[in-house]
């Protein structure tokens, strides 16, 4: 599968921004879809998952209540709804997908990535 993000951009902090990865392929349904992030200058952080059904997710504590992660089967999308932006989330956004059941919070168990779309929140 080949994923595609978008939806990135400038926002000022307790903005909203929502992030697309839209996905090639007709297997859409069967994967776990992750989102993750890098700060500048830090590690790649996990943000939220959710498993092929679209009824189970699982987000960081840092973004719980903040961002929102959905997908649309139909149309091989998945989005992640960024509210009350702060300036830590400053990040480049990477979408990820993994064959298989559940939520996953490692970045190690997915086997397929995006090429990232840069979010600068502004203070």
């Known amino acids: 599968v080949q994923l595609q993000a978008s939806g990135g951009g400038l926002v000022q902090a307790g903005g909203s921004l929502r992030l697309s990865c839209a996905a090639s392929?007709?297997?859409?349904?069967?994967?776990?879809m992750g989102w993750f992030r890098q700060p500048p200058g830090k590690a790649r952080e996990f943000v939220g998952s959710i498993a092929f059904s679209g009824r189970t997710t699982a987000y960081a504590d840092n973004v719980k209540g903040r961002f929102i992660i959905s997908r649309d089967n139909a149309k091989n999308t998945v989005y992640l709804q960024m509210g009350s932006l702060k300036p830590e989330d400053t990040a480049v956004y990477f979408c990820?997908?993994?064959?298989?059941?559940?939520?996953?919070?490692?970045?190690?168990?997915?086997?397929?990535w995006g090429q990232g779309t840069l979010v600068t929140v502004s203070s």
């Open positions: 392929g007709r297997t859409f349904s069967t994967y776990t």
């Open positions: 990820a997908a993994r064959v298989g059941l559940g939520v996953w919070r490692d970045a190690d168990e997915y086997g397929y």
